[in-house]
């Protein structure tokens, strides 16, 4: 996700966002299918209107979670993106979902002379930058349990929908080991 920080829905989007709104197209997007493509040009951004996504890098032929993607969450690879280069993560539906999607042409060619959709570009950038700090510093400072339970209070309704394998990849942690934290916290 961009930024955990900005929450938004289509009856309250910033000012900025607005002149976007003229192309954005709302698509239902199926369960399992991908929006961003771990080597593919990323070509879009888009806001969640209903569902939970998940980002996650492959290494070895393994996934690893960097991230979900919820209701009201703006979301893309920004530095494929804004780079012109094959994204580095893949951004996969966890449910049946629907989001506006905004093109990447169609965004840079109204913002070349839209200083205010520049300005919301850059803080979305620097809110991402933040997030990405936060979870560094919170992998090194807080427990996978302690990260678990911040995951439980901020989404509770959305994190049910989460397979439990992929929320343990996303603590760094095995399935057996979330299985024993949620007995304990139970």
Known sequence: MLSPKINFDTKQLPEALLPLLTFARQRNIEKGKYLVEQGLHCNLFFLV??????????????????????????????????????????IEALTDAVVLIFP?????????????????????????????????????????????????????EEIKKIPLGYIASYLGITKERLSRIRKKLS
């Open 104 to 156: 990447k042409e169609d965004l840079f060619e109204a913002r070349n002379n839209n200083l205010p959709l520049q300005d919301f570009i850059i803080t979305l950038l620097a809110n991402y930058v933040e997030t990405l700090e936060t979870r560094l510093h919170q992998n090194r400072s807080m427990t996978a349990e302690q990260r678990y339970l911040q995951l439980l209070q901020t989404q509770p």
């Open 49 to 90: 209107l209903e569902g939970v996504f998940r980002t996650y890098r492959t290494t070895d032929e393994q996934d690893f979670i960097t991230g979900f993607t919820f209701k009201g969450d703006l979301d893309t690879n920004p530095y494929s993106l804004f780079n012109n280069i094959p994204s580095t993560e893949t």
